[in-house]
C-alpha cells in the first residue's frame, strides 16, 4: 500500500467536526461545541482563526448559522451547522482520510503499514478522527504512544471531576451536598407586582397537599393573571419542591415536550425517559407512559404546563393517558394553565375521583384591586369607578397609570383606547405598533429597524398615519425610539421580558395596536419585521420572513425568494411553508411569477401525497403556458403530472403523458429532455409488466445520454434495466448494471444514485438470500440516505435490514430497523395530515373530465396516504409481532398484531386481515389462551371463505381442529381435520395433506 500524506486543513477539521453535529439542528438547545468557542476547543486552536475559516466556508454555502439557546448558557449564541452540501463535502472528506495508509511502530520498532480506520482497533484506543490525525507525524507515522498517553489523561481528568460538575451533569450525588429541590422554569415570564389572591393560593395549595388531588387545571381568560398567580406558587415551594415549568408554544413540537422533561428528570437522577428518548426508536406512548410512572413516583415535584390551550393532539393524547398514571403516582403534582378547560380527562375525574382540581380565576377582588392602583397613584376616591369599569381584571390595572377622571365604561378596548393610549408617548405608540406585528417573542432590535432604516429621525419628527401614529408636522424634540421606550414599556407591563433578552407583548395589547393600524401602517411594519427576520439564517426566519413579506403585500418580492428556497423547505418537510403558498393567487402575482409558483405548489402538494391537488396545479400550469413561448417549461410539467398519475397508479395517463412531452422535446431538438423521458416511459411500462418495451426505451436514452456525455442519466439508465432484468429472473446481468451505474456514480460523486446503486444491490442480495451481503449494501446506502433526510428511503432501507437480520435469526438488531422504519412512517403520516392541500371546486383531467368538491379532494389525499404508507406499517407491525412471539413476549406480540389488524381494517385489506388473525390465533394458542386464538382463527376463515382462499381455509381448519382438540372436544377436532385434508387434497396442497393426516392420526392413536 501507498503511505499517504494527510493533508488536513483547518476549514476541512472544522466541515469534520461539525459532521458530528447535524441531528443538533432541530434541537431547541444546541451543544456548546457548535459555537465559535466549542468548535475552537473541540479543534485545540484560536477562536480568531475558526471564525476566519467560518467566515469563508458561508460563501460556499457549506456552513450556515443561527441564533440559538446554548446548553448551559444564559444568552443566544450563533451556531454553525453544515448545510446539505457541507455533509455531503465533510463525508467525502472523511472518507478519504479514513482510506489514507499511515505507519505504525510494533514493539520490536518494525515500521508497518495499516488504514487509519483501523489504528483505533488495533491499539485499542477510541480517539475521534481529528485527535488521530494530531498523532500522525509529516512522514505519516503514527505517534501510538502519545496517542494512549492523551487518552488515559482525558479518563484520569473525567475521574477527577468535582461533585458539583457530577451534579450539573446529572450523576448521583453523595454526602452533604446532595441537591434538596431543583428548579427547571427559566422560561417563566417576569412578573414586578402581586396582591391578594390568598384565597386562590390557600385552594391551590390545599389541591397540592391533598392525597387525592394529582392534578390541577387553572383556567381564565387571557390577562386575568394565570401565570402570575402559579408564578408566586411556585415561588413559594421552589425551596422544597422540584419544580418544572413548560410554556406551550405556536411552533412547540411534541418531542420537544418530552425533550424538556426528560432532561428535568435527567437532573433528578431519573435517566430512563432521557435514554429511551436517545435510542431514536419509534416513540411508543405505552412503552413512554410505563416509563413515566416509574420516573414521576417518589419525585417531590411540581410539573407546570402554561398556555395548555396551545397544545396539538398528540400531546392531548399523551395528557390522557397520564390521567390514570397520576392516580397511581405519589408525590408528583401536574398544574395546568389554560384559557379554557381542557379535555384530556372527563367530569368523573373531577366529581367522583377527586384527582383533577379546576380552579377558575376571576379579577382580583376590591383590597386587592386597591392596593394595585395606589402603586399607581391612581386617587382614592376614583378607585371604586376604576374597579368597577375593569372588574379587577389584572392586566387592564397594571396598565392604569394616573387619571384625572374615569367614566364606567363597558368596553376594554375603549379603555385603553381613551385612558391606556393617551398616557403614551410617541415613541411608545410606535414600539407597540411594530410589536404588534411581529408572532413570537423577538431581540430588542426588531423594534428600531424603522429607525435604523431612515423612516424615524428625530430631528425630522416622525411620519404619522391616520390614527394615533406621529405625523409629519409633530415634533418631537429629538424623541425617538430606544432601549428607554423599551424599558419604560416593561415597566408598564406593556411589554413583556422572556430569558435570552427576548421581548413581545400581550396578546390583548398586541390585537388591539395591531387592529388599530392604516393599511399604510401595516404594510410598512410587516416589510421592516421582514428585513429583520432576513438578518437570521435558519429556515424558521425565512418562513417569517415570506409571513411578513405577504402581510405587507409584497408578493412579487415573497414569491422570488419562495422559489429560490422552497423546494430546499419542501423537502426538508416545512408543512408552515407549504401553507404559506397558499397565499399567492394569480390576483397577487404577475403572470410569469405566478406560472412558477404554480409549479412549487404541485411539488408540495406532490412531496405530501396530495396527488390529486398535484395534478390540479400543473393543470393551471399547462392552461397559462404557450407552446411556442414556453415548450420546456411544458415538459417538465408533463413530466411532473406524469409522476403524479404514477404514484396513484394510473400509469396509462402516466404513458400518454410522457409520450406528449417527448414529441415536444422532439420538436425543439432537447435530446436531453427525450432521453429523461424515454427513461421514465420504461419505468411506466415496467409497472404495467411490459418489460420488452420498457427495455425498447430505456436503451434508447442511453444512446442519446451517452452521446451528450451524461454519466449521471447513463447510470440511472442502467438501476432500470438491472431492476428489468431482476424481473425476468437474470441476476447475473442486474448484478452487471448495478456494478456499471455504481462506479459511473462513484465517479462522480453523487450522493442520490449512490444511494439507488447500493438499494439495488441489496435487494439483489436480498432475493437470493445472501443476507450479510445484503446488509452491507442496505447499510451503504443508509450512511448516504440518513444524512440528507429521505425520509420514504428510509422506510424501505430499514425495513428490508430488518428482514435481512429476522433471516439470520438476530431477532433484536431486527425489531430494531422494523421499529425504525415504523417510526418514519408515523413521521410522514404525521407530517402529510398537517398539509392544507389545493383547494377548488373543480378538477380537469387531460383524459377525463370530472367535477370533484373539496371534502372529495381532501378524501383523495388521506387515501392516497393510506395506500402508500400505512400499508407498510401494518406489514411491519405483523412483522414485529412474529419476532416477540419467537422471542416468547407473547404480549407484545398480540399487541403488535393488533395494530396490524387496526390499520388493515382500516383500508379494507381483506387478505391482510386474515393473515394477522391466523398470526393472532398463534400468539393466543402460545399464551395458553384457547378461547382467544379459536376466536381468531374463526374470524380469519370466515374471510378467507369470503375470498375462497383456499391455502389460506386449509390451514386455518387446521388450526381449528387443534385448539378443539387441546380443549378436549376431539370429535369436533377430528371433523375439521378432515375438512382440511379433503380441501387440500382438492387443490393438491402437499403440505396441508401431510399436516392433516398428521394430526387425525394422532387424534385415532389417542382414542
Known sequence: MRIDRLRCTVEEKILIHLLKYTSSKDLWDAPSEVTQTGIANSLGIMRPAVARELLSLKPKDLVYDKSSH?????????????????????????????????????????????????????????????????????????????????????????????????????????????????????????????????GELKKINGALKSETHKIIVVHGIAGIGKTTLISRLVEEHKNTKNIFWYPFGRWNAFRNVMTSLSEFLFKLKKRKISAYLRTGKKFDLGKFIDLIEIELNDLNAILVFDDFQRIDEKTNELFSSMVNVMERVSGTKIIVITRQLPDFYNRRDVKIKKLVAEFK??????????????VKDIDEDK??????????????LELIDSLDTLEVKKDFNTFIEEEVLNELSDPEKILLSTASVYRYPVEAKAFFYEQEAGTIEGEKGIERGEEGTPGPDSNMDQEIVNYDTLSELLKRSLMQEYPDELYDTHDLIREFFYNRLTPRDLKMHHKFAADYYAEISDDFAVIEMLFHLIKAREYDNAANIALEVGHGLIYRGYVEFMNILEEFNSGNLKPELWKEILVLKGDAALRMGAFDSAIGYYEDDLELLSEKKEPKKIVEVYEKMGEAHGKKGEWDQTINLLKQSIELSQKQNDRKAVARAQNNLGLAYRNIGNYNEALRNYRKAIRLLDELNEDIGIGLTYINIGKINELKNNPDKARYHYDKSLSLFDNARYSPGLIKAHNALGDLHLKKNQWNRAITEYNESLYLTDDINDKGTIIKICANIGDCYYNLKRYVKALEYYNKSVKYIEDLIELQKSYKPYKTSRYRSIFKIKSLEKSEYEISRQKAIKIEYQGKQGKLYDKIGVVYRIQKNLDSAIDSHKKSRKIFMELKHNRDIAKININLGIDYQARGDLDNALNSYYRALKVLERLKEHVGMAVTYNNIGRIYELKGKRNKALGFYKKSLILSRKIKFGPGVKQANEAIRNISVKK
Not at 490525525?133 to 484520569?156: N, T, Y
Not at 380565576?361 to 395606589?374: A, H, N, P, T
Open 70 to 198: 446554548i446548553k448551559g448558557e444564559k444568552r443566544r449564541k450563533k451556531a454553525y451547522f453544515l448545510t446539505n452540501e457541507g455533509i455531503s463535502t465533510a463525508q467525502e472528506i472523511k472518507r478519504n482520510l479514513l482510506k489514507s495508509v499511515v505507519l505504525v511502530r510494533r514493539s520490536d520498532n518494525e515500521l508497518i503499514q495499516m488504514k487509519l480506520a483501523s489504528v483505533n482497533d488495533h491499539f485499542k484506543i477510541n480517539l475521534s478522527l481529528i485527535e488521530l490525525i494530531k498523532f500522525i507525524s509529516p512522514k505519516g507515522i503514527f505517534d501510538h504512544k502519545s496517542a494512549m498517553e492523551f487518552e488515559k489523561k482525558r479518563e484520569l481528568l473525567e475521574k477527577s471531576k468535582t461533585e458539583k460538575q457530577k451534579r450539573v451533569e446529572g450523576y448521583p450525588l453523595k454526602g452533604p451536598e446532595k441537591l434538596k429541590s431543583l428548579e427547571f422554569s427559566n422560561k417563566v415570564p417576569k412578573f414586578k407586582h402581586f396582591f391578594g389572591r390568598r
Open 361 to 374: 380565576l376571576e379579577g382580583l377582588d376590591i383590597d386587592s384591586s386597591k392596593k394595585l392602583l395606589k
Open 383 to 396: 378607585i371604586q369607578s376604576v374597579y368597577t369599569t375593569l372588574q379587577g381584571h389584572p392586566l387592564a
